[in-house]
């Protein structure tokens, strides 16, 4: 018999169905038993008389919470349940798991007037048993979402021809300035974890592949205790030729990001309102646009806040929070691209104009960094003198043969699937990630 997921019971009034899933709940009395049934789709109430059903009655007996079980019967409508308005008369339950006690308290009980309330467990504790924590209702939700906002990003450059590419995460050089990368012994030699597919994504606008795209890890050793860092995530990257400036590359992601977060809002925006207290607001195009100096300008002008002027070439942490509230104020908008950063803050690879400032941009959303994107240097010449001036010519030595032989204009940009997550729910990085990993966590 083929398994009916439980979202699918409906359709299948009054069959015998096999359904299987997690216990989320089981009552036992002396009478009657009561189960509530889980799997990733929904949730069905499995009724156990226990005089007319003796032998089921005797097989439930070990059930604990948690356990695993599959079950046959017969799903009817019952105006007596709350749960979906169903319920199931089995004719046989299989236990294929027993669950030993829970060593985590998924969710806060509230207090009784017998008994006190039990506290969630802390973020530490749950992600020791991240397995057992993903199993609620509001964690599955998120992967689900996360699915559905990397679908559309693929699908909106796939359905604009461009092709998918899976490049190599173990690299023989740094992916970005030599800094804050994971050094890993490699044969007789050393290897590194790619920050980036930053110089393959090039390659490939070298190799004439015209449009790519890419969904894989990329990996970061910073030294970061934020909400928003992790040592490994997983970033959506295109990269695409014959632009004009690195205006069509804004233009390309702010058209992406709102078809992004249309489908999405369609498809969950009620559920995550329902489930996180968090709002989709689908943007307007295009989005707003500020140099640099004059986001700090406004930030004083606003709020009085500054930074000394040595820190003006880049965006500080504070003036990054405090952007959302500048371009609410100004645009009424969440998004915001800013541009004109110095030229030391940039990486060697951003194209500069005549007056030497990157041609490049950070995509800020609610007051968060999504992105880093730019029209590259694609002429060999500028783009070794640049690596020089940055000191890495010979450490980027390889790449620099990518733009020997002839390259066209090209541009693109990453987006970390976590971090949009993260920002969609209004959680911390740490609990947006499937598996969260830092400094301090490797594990499980």
């Known amino acids: 018999m083929e398994r009916v997921y439980l979202k699918d019971v409906r359709e299948h009034l009054n069959e015998e169905i096999l359904v299987q899933g997690f216990v989320e709940n089981f009552r036992n009395s002396s009478k009657m038993a009561f189960i509530v049934l889980k799997d990733i789709t929904g949730k069905l109430q499995i009724t156990v008389e226990k005089e007319v059903l003796p032998e089921i009655a005797a097989a439930i007996e ?30 046989e339950i299989k236990i294929e798991s027993i669950a030993a006690a829970l060593p985590i308290q998924r969710e806060e009980i509230p207090a009784t007037k017998k008994k006190p309330a039990v506290p969630k467990s802390g973020i530490d504790e749950r992600l020791d048993y991240r397995w057992i924590d993903l199993r609620t209702d509001k964690n599955q939700f998120l992967y689900k979402l996360q699915t559905a906002v990397t679908r559309a990003l693929r699908d909106f450059a796939l359905d604009r021809d461009f092709i998918e590419v899976h490049t190599p995460k173990l690299i023989g050089t740094a992916s970005e300035s030599g800094s804050e990368v994971f050094e890993v012994d490699y044969f007789d030699g050393k290897a590194y974890l790619a920050q980036s597919p930053q110089f393959y994504k090039q390659m490939a606008m070298a190799a004439g592949f015209d449009r790519y795209m890419e969904v894989g890890p990329v990996f970061r050793a910073e030294k970061s205790f934020t909400s928003k860092h992790a040592t490994e995530f997983t970033c959506f990257d295109i990269e695409f030729s014959y632009i004009k400036s690195f205006e069509d590359v804004m233009k390309f992601e702010e058209e992406l990001l709102t078809d992004m977060l249309a489908k999405v809002n369609e498809k969950y925006g009620e559920e995550l309102k329902a489930l996180y207290g968090m709002e989709i607001k689908v943007p307007t195009t295009p989005f707003p646009r500020v140099k640099l100096a004059d986001l700090y300008k406004g930030l004083e002008e606003d709020f009085g806040f500054t930074v000394p002027e040595e820190e ?34 940039r990486a060697f690879y951003h194209m500069r104009d005549e007056n030497g400032v990157p041609q490049g941009y950070d995509l800020v959303w609610r007051g968060v960094e999504i992105t880093t994107g730019a029209q590259r240097e694609h002429r060999y010449d500028v783009l070794k003198a640049q690596a020089e001036e940055k000191g890495l010519s010979n450490d980027v030595k390889f790449y620099l043969e990518f733009f020997k032989y002839g390259c066209p204009p090209h541009g693109g940009f990453g987006l970390g699937i976590d971090r949009l997550t993260m920002l969609l729910t209004g959680l911390h990085i740490n609990e947006a990630e499937f598996l969260f990993r830092s400094p301090k966590r490797l594990t499980p």
């Open 62 to 91: 070990p059930l604990t919470g948690d356990s695993v079980i599959s079950v046959k019967g017969v799903v009817s409508e019952s105006e007596y349940v709350k749960l979906n308005g169903l319920e199931m008369i089995p004719s």
């Open 312 to 345: 003006k070439g880049d965006l500080t942490t504070e003036a990054e929070r405090l952007s959302y509230e500048w371009v609410k104020k100004h645009y009424d908008h969440e998004f915001l691209f800013i541009t004109d950063y110095s030229k030391e803050k």
